[in-house]
């Protein structure tokens, strides 16, 4: 566990160098506005005391606008994080349980063809059926502009529910209404990446001795596959949702603009169509950071939860 500690942190800091060298060369690429005299350890040195600079378009602390568009980020991630999970989880088990049955090829077919899809493209058929069609849940932004809600956390569904406006429920369930096309289509390919490896870690697992001697003493199916075959199935899965991260946020910047999120991603686009070098620095260096230790973090966890890498020896099934 010690070397691992090491060897993360040690990634960490290598891939926290090259994140800073690319900030800083997209820093120092502005035509116009920014400081190219400043040297890279000049930089860094900037960086460890808060100071990330001043946007050249609002004449604002970069960091600022940064935490002020994280919260929804954050909402959206999350949110989606969960619905990718309670539909990944629960149909991979499905297709591991009807393995080789309509049932299997059926999943399998929709995690393919959810895998498949781009998502300015599922967004747009979202948006096209669902809102505007059949007028089921806005096109985009976050709450109706009819409501006057203080911002308090910055995310909205608490903000809402947590005022002290008279309209304060109904503006709750408004911004819940705002969330789920954009929750959707966030979540549509993690939840498609987690079906398919919880599938086949499944099969994997219920492969193993302990599950035939669970069944050979008479173990009903729940037990079997909901509670030894996904719980074990979830150990080699935690590592690969630390990779779910970056393709959250990676789709994350897409569907916020689609939607007018303002969220990190719609501020990242934004500032580069106004050629704004500071603010894009400053939120390449901090979001791809965040990933950076997010993935460490999992790969420390995952380490933690496999009894199989706390002896001398590992276990790998074919």
Request: hydrophobic share 50%; charged share 10%.
């Amino acid at each position: 566990m010690i070397k691992l500690i090491f060897r993360q942190i040690f990634f960490v800091l290598v891939s926290f160098t090259g994140v800073t060298l690319i900030s800083y060369m997209v820093l120092n690429s502005a035509d116009h506005g920014a400081n190219t005299s400043l040297s890279y350890w000049q930089y860094i040195s900037n960086i460890f005391k808060g100071d990330f600079g001043t946007s050249l378009v609002t004449a604002e602390p970069t960091i600022n606008s940064f935490l002020l568009h994280l919260p929804a980020s954050l909402e959206l991630v999350l949110l989606s994080s969960i619905l990718a999970l309670l539909v990944g989880l629960p149909l991979g088990v499905i297709a591991a349980k009807y393995h080789r049955t309509p049932i299997d090829t059926i999943i399998n077919n929709i995690s393919i063809t959810a895998y498949s899809m781009p998502i300015f493209w599922w967004a747009i058929l979202l948006i096209v059926y669902i809102a505007i069609e059949f007028q089921l849940t806005p096109v985009a932004g976050r709450l109706n502009f009819i409501y006057d809600i203080e911002p308090v956390t910055g995310f909205m569904l608490i903000d809402t529910f947590i005022s002290d406006q008279s309209y304060r429920m109904e503006a709750f369930f408004d911004a819940i209404n705002h969330l789920i096309l954009p929750v959707i289509t966030l979540a549509t390919l993690p939840a498609a990446i987690i079906c398919r490896m919880t599938r086949q870690t499944m099969l994997t697992t219920l492969n193993a001795d302990y599950i035939k001697t669970a069944q050979a003493k008479g173990l009903n199916g729940f037990g079997i596959y909901w509670i030894h075959g996904l719980r074990n199935a979830l150990i080699p899965l935690t590592n690969m949702l630390g990779l779910q991260v970056s393709t959250l946020m990676t789709g994350a910047i897409l569907t916020e603009y689609i939607f007018s999120w303002p969220g990190i991603g719609k501020w990242l686009l934004d500032a580069l169509s106004q050629t704004d070098y500071q603010a894009l620095s400053t939120g390449i260096l901090i979001t791809t950071s965040m990933v950076i230790l997010i993935n460490a973090v999992i790969e420390l966890l995952g380490f933690w939860l496999n009894p199989q890498t706390k002896s001398s020896k590992r276990i790998y099934h074919g």
